[in-house]
């Protein structure tokens, strides 16, 4: 045991900046929906994101249904199974997974967690909000617009994203889809700059940046990169809009189409692949990096134990961040390249592995021989550690050129992408919400319902996509509505897709478990109090529970240690809050 | 733990060079010392609109080099007629030059801005924005000389369609920029000149209250929306 020596004196630094004069609203209009307050601007984002999020999911039920029984459902022909894939993956990528973590958590915990009294610019910050809306409400006109949404794979591959042989490409969808994205962008970077600005020059009174709990740092690191990468999507779907409008030829390559010979000439496709995965690689990452973050802290909380390397974990996130840049063309390994290029790439991304092994034996040197409680949130820590492991076991396999050019555009691809990206942090989104819905709303969730959801969808999860990496070592490949009689396609196939359609179907109904416990704890749930987990971050000393507007009444909290102190030896609770002066005694700060 | 040493000494005697920087980011409170949120927020703003501009441009490139077709030769085709003789790039030197002058101009304006010299300050904004309008004004002129001699954004007569594609479009791009600093430099100038920064007047839209420093970052947009054409201008005329 290391012996603890409290410090006695600590500095109490002087306040840099007076405290913000915050905007009052004067109306329901203003204070409920135009509001510039980033809590009520958080629940906004998510509740949103959510809803769209629904939509993603039935789509994937209808995919599931078509895999498994080909040819029974009349509506489902190849087209519109395209245009389902295309609006599962982008809407899950995009709209769900980015939105939450950052206009959802990032709103909410940032100006809390930092001591801040709300975001630095509240205004900007309602309007990224709208401007996120207007783009979802477009992109659900995409299955209104004649022709339907696009079909063209949330990689939007041109030539074929913008000719008529793909749903959507000479109609309404792929416009519809473009102008979103760009929506989208826009309505981002205004709330990105808020996250950054807020994290870099509006921290509270002894909040250093090495004293922030990791969720921010995760978030905050997320968000710049989000700020650096859309713009290449940005200028991608501009590109893409011309050449679909004016006719420019800036990523088509002279075509004959049906036997006539296309006005376009002269473009590069490759150059569209370049600028979607040098957005698209570290997208992975901008859902993964809050994920990381908001995990560490789980578990040091749940653990009641200080999370193993801080330091370590910190500057892990920012190499992740950092590598992220330079490895997007692991994505195009069958598209061509040039073999050093090749080599190039797959170095930078086996090196990525480097940071992220060191996260992953931190949470779990956290976990040994900590006091674990099995609470829900837990529950689903534990189960992202094993579930992105495994995912990102899968992507070693895929980083490597001559592994992947036969596994390209298989099932298994499918399979790893979503055990890493897709599972991996919707687990952290459920267990964040069953952690943060007590300061929320001041009612726990229902834990009966809790349990139900994270065993039906943990196992649910594995029994979905196990065998799809099976199914895609057979040759399987993705994007396919139908398999047909294929030779080499063996029996056992068939029963599996059957086989995970009936899981995936069932995984789909427990979170209509989870999002009626949502609503159902809000009026029935246990009184939650100010902080049920006793935690140290400062979002969980609020004067009142949900805080105000404002976050922090009269008073701004000053911090006097880092966010984990849990179970110091001689404390008199087994957690002392970062704006605990412990050992010291509390003095009144103006 | 992980413990941070806060300690706060006064401005003068922080330590310079890369330690006042390590000494700054391992404070509480603000990263960057004396720099408000408001320029923060531009700096970063700025740094993410570089990569939008820097991929239009890689993007172009990519585009120049991969083409098999030839590619028009800059010189003659932005080429104006005048006194009998052919003068290449006379009319974008002159753009470039505006451009630059009203960087200058912007320069002088956030100067007199942080001596509180109003009219001094609204005269020089509002001098910038005339040029910034001009500036878009002679874009427009090139514009419609081009599209006369037959450019169009899917093609031209002289080679390559994705000359004119990548033109209008980069070129587009900037002059929204122009166009949206110069909507901006009159709704500051208008404010300097009211007062607004005197007497603590309440934004329209955001309720905050404003200050001078708002030329001074207005005044970085506009650098940077010059710095870009800085390089636009060498890979589009003089390449
Ligand atoms: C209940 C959970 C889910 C199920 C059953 C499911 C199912 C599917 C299916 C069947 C496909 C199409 C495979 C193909 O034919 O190529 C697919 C594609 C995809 N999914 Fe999911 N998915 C789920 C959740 C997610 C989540 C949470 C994400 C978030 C990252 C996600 C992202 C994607 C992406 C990016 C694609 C690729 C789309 C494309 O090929 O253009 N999915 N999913
Ligand atoms: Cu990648």
């Known amino acids: ?47 949103t994101a959510m809803a769209i999020g629904l939509v993603a999911l039935v789509l994937s039920w209808l995919m599931r249904l078509q895999l498994a029984f080909p040819g029974t459902f009349d509506f489902i022909t190849p087209e519109a199974y395209y245009q389902f894939v295309t609006m599962h993956g982008m809407i899950m990528v995009v709209y769900l997974l980015t939105a939450l973590f950052l206009g959802g958590f990032g709103n909410y915990l940032i100006p809390l967690m930092v001591g801040a009294r709300d975001m630095a610019f509240p205004y900007l910050n309602m309007l990224s909000y709208w401007i996120y809306l207007a ?55 205004m709330g990105g700059l808020n996250y950054v600005v807020t994290v870099l020059q509006g921290r509270a ?130 598209s061509g390249m040039h073999p050093y290029f090749g080599f190039f790439f797959a170095t930078t991304t086996l090196i990525i592995a480097v940071p992220t092994a060191i996260k992953v034996y931190n949470w779990v040197l956290t976990l040994w021989r900590g006091d674990i409680h099995l609470t829900i949130p837990m529950l689903f820590a534990l189960a992202f550690i094993v579930t992105f492991v495994n995912g990102g076991l899968t992507g070693l396999f895929l980083g ?39 300061k929320i709303t001041g009612r726990m969730l229902n834990e009966v319902m809790g349990h139900f959801h994270f065993w039906v969808t943990f196992i649910g999860a594995y029994l979905i996509f196990f065998p799809m990496h099976y199914v895609g070592l057979v040759g399987v490949p993705r994007r396919y509505p139908e398999l047909g009689e294929t030779a080499f396609i063996p029996e056992s196939v068939h029963t599996l897709n059957e086989f995970i359609t009936i899981a995936a179907l069932v995984v789909g109904f427990a979170q209509l478990v989870f999002l009626f416990n949502l609503f159902w704890s809000l009026k029935n749930g246990r009184e939650a109090g100010g902080n049920p987990w006793r935690a140290t971050t400062l979002e969980w000393q609020t004067p009142t529970t949900p805080p105000p507007h404002g976050n922090w009444g009269d008073r701004l909290p000053v911090v006097y240690r880092w966010a984990y102190d849990y179970s110091v030896p001689g404390a008199p609770q087994d957690f002392i809050a970062q704006n605990d002066p412990w050992p010291n005694k509390p003095v009144v700060h103006r | 733990m992980a413990e941070t040493t806060l300690s706060h000494v006064p401005p003068q005697m922080r330590p310079s060079g890369l330690r006042g920087v390590a000494a700054d980011w391992s404070s509480d409170q603000r990263a960057f010392k004396n720099v408000s949120w408001g320029k923060a927020m531009m700096w970063v703003f700025l740094l993410s609109d570089t990569f939008v501009f820097g991929c239009f441009l890689i993007a172009y490139m990519t585009a120049r080099m991969s083409t098999v077709e030839p590619w028009p030769n800059a010189s003659e085709v932005f080429a104006l007629h005048l006194f009998g003789r052919d003068l290449p790039l006379i009319l974008i030197a002159i753009m470039t030059f505006v451009l630059i002058s009203s960087s200058g101009t912007m320069a002088m304006a956030v100067n007199f801005a942080y001596r509180r010299d109003r009219k001094r300050t609204a005269i020089l904004m509002l001098l910038t924005a005339v040029l910034g309008a001009t500036f878009v004004g002679m874009q427009a002129f090139e514009w419609s000389k081009l599209i006369m001699e037959g450019v169009r954004p899917w093609g031209n007569p ?25 909507i901006f430099l009159l709704i500051v100038a208008r404010k300097v000149a009211r007062g607004d920064y005197d007497t603590d007047a309440r934004g329209f839209f955001t309720s905050r209250r404003g200050n001078y420093e708002s030329v001074e970052i207005m005044g970085l947009y506009w650098h940077f929306v010059d710095l870009v054409w800085v390089f636009i201008f060498a890979f589009f005329y003089l390449w």
């Open chain 1, 1 to 47: 045991m290391v012996e603890f020596t409290p410090r006695t004196t600590d500095a109490i630094p002087p306040a840099e900046v007076p405290d913000v004069e915050l905007y009052h609203p004067h109306s329901w209009w203003t204070t409920y929906v135009f509001s510039q307050d980033a809590k009520v601007i958080a629940i906004q984002y998510s509740s």
């Open chain 1, 205 to 334: 009174r002894g909040m250093t940046l090495m004293r922030m709990p990791l969720t921010v740092w995760g978030i905050f690191t997320a968000t710049v990169m989000a700020l650096l990468a859309f713009p290449a999507l940005f200028v991608a779907a501009v590109m893409m809009l011309f050449d679909r409008l004016l006719g420019t030829s800036f990523f088509m390559p002279a075509l004959v189409e049906m036997g006539e010979q296309l006005s376009y000439g002269g473009g590069s496709p490759i150059l569209f692949q370049h600028l979607f995965w040098f957005f698209g690689h570290p997208e992975v990452y901008i859902v993964a990096l809050p994920a990381f973050g908001i995990v560490s802290d789980l578990i040091s909380t749940h653990a009641r134990k200080n999370i193993f390397g801080y330091r370590m974990m910190v500057w892990a996130i920012v190499a992740i961040g950092a590598l992220s840049f330079i490895v997007w063309a692991h994505h195009m390994y069958v």
């Open chain 1, 400 to 438: 490597n050129v001559v592994v992947d050019v036969p596994l390209s555009d298989t099932m298994f691809v499918v399979a790893h992408f979503h055990m890493v990206m897709g599972v991996a942090p919707i687990l952290v989104i459920f267990g964040a919400i069953y952690h943060w819905y007590p």
């Open chain 1, 135 to 189: 783009a979802v409400l477009v992109l659900v006109a995409s299955f209104f617009a004649p022709g339907g949404p696009t079909g063209a794979g949330w990689t939007l591959y041109p030539p074929q994203a913008i000719l008529g042989g793909t749903p959507g490409g000479q109609q309404a969808g792929i416009l519809i889809m473009l102008f979103s994205l760009i929506l989208f962008i826009i309505g981002f970077t």
């Open chain 2, 158 to 182: 002289w080679g390559a369609a994705q000359f004119g594609s990548a033109f209008f479009m980069i070129t587009g791009f900037h002059g929204t920029h122009v166009t949206i600093g110069v």
